[in-house]
């Protein structure tokens, strides 16, 4: 077989593993504070594994066995496999990744990289690596982030995400954020996904590497969204944004003293038009 179509089905071999042994990767598990399941994952990544060199050897075999045929072997985002995917694998050369808990422009934390991990992306071709054992995914962590250093950026503390307003969530007043906040000139005054923007100007929806980074379909459920759908998920995506997208983060637009409720009150609201709420 030739090279560049081995890495083709090398690559479909392990999104299809991945999906039937994880079709739902984001699995319920303890309920987080907001009422929503906590992913099983979170009692793995605790406590954090530090960076040992037999730690370090796992992660490049495991790197190397099911990364490196989508992300290449320098971890640059190049491999034949990319050359058939719309959207492309991540260049970890470049430090920047959507999904995070850390202000833009800093690099993931290690627990915002075993997360990632953990769970996949399958709706765009990630698998979840969870058949991994713990100590090669915290394995993988270390390769990533010494791939990441390259970017010159630097390490930053998790966004302080405040806590649910008490008692149960105003939805009126979560939709009143939505429009207020400017959520429905992309995602559209229903989640659908079709605000005007997303609408009239499709075209400039781009991430930083030039793949469509459309709105997302808000009503889809949380398998549909990218950095997870609890409430606590849609927060920290509101807190940080989207990095290399039109999402930005809405940290500025709290005002002084960047009180928290009122993206707890949009995730709530969010979260309500989700056809799956799990």
């Known amino acids: 077989m030739k090279p560049r179509r081995k890495a083709f089905w090398t690559a ?13 990767s984001r699995d319920a598990g303890v309920a987080d504070s907001a009422g929503t399941p906590e ?26 066995r099911n990364c490196a045929v989508c992300h290449g072997e320098k971890g640059d985002g190049r491999s034949d496999a990319a050359e058939f995917m719309d959207l492309k694998p991540r260049d970890f050369l470049a430090g920047s990744v959507k999904v995070k808990s850390t202000p833009p ?12 991990i953990s769970a996949g992306f ?4 990630m698998p979840s690596y969870r058949y991994l ?51 429905a000139a992309c995602h559209g005054d229903s989640g659908g996904g079709d605000g005007p923007l997303a609408r009239y100007f499709p075209g400039t929806f ?30 920290r995506a509101l807190a940080t944004g989207f990095e ?6 809405y940290i500025p637009a709290l005002g002084p003293g960047g009180d928290r409720s009122p993206l707890w009150e949009i995730a709530a609201y969010v979260h309500s038009l989700s056809r799956d709420k799990r």
């Open 12 to 24: 479909a071999a392990l999104f299809s593993a991945g999906a039937v042994l994880f079709p739902l």
């Open 39 to 64: 992913p099983p994952w979170e009692s793995e990544l605790r406590p954090r594994m530090p960076r040992t060199d037999a730690l370090l050897e796992l992660g490049q075999k495991a790197y190397g």
């Open 105 to 116: 422009g800093s690099l993931p934390s290690d627990e915002d990289l075993f997360r990632t």
């Open 122 to 125: 399958p709706e765009y071709g």
């Open 133 to 183: 054992s713990v100590e090669e995914r915290w394995g993988l962590v270390h390769v990533l982030k010494d791939f990441m250093k390259a970017s010159g950026r630097k390490e930053g503390e998790a966004l302080d995400l405040g806590a649910p307003p008490p008692g149960p969530p105003d939805l009126g007043r979560g939709r009143e954020k939505y429009m207020a906040f400017g959520c």
């Open 206 to 235: 781009l991430d930083a590497r030039g793949s469509t980074a459309a709105p997302r379909n808000l009503t889809l459920g949380p398998y549909a969204f990218k950095s997870g759908g609890s409430q606590r998920d849609i927060v």
């Open 244 to 249: 290399g997208t039109r999402m930005a983060s």
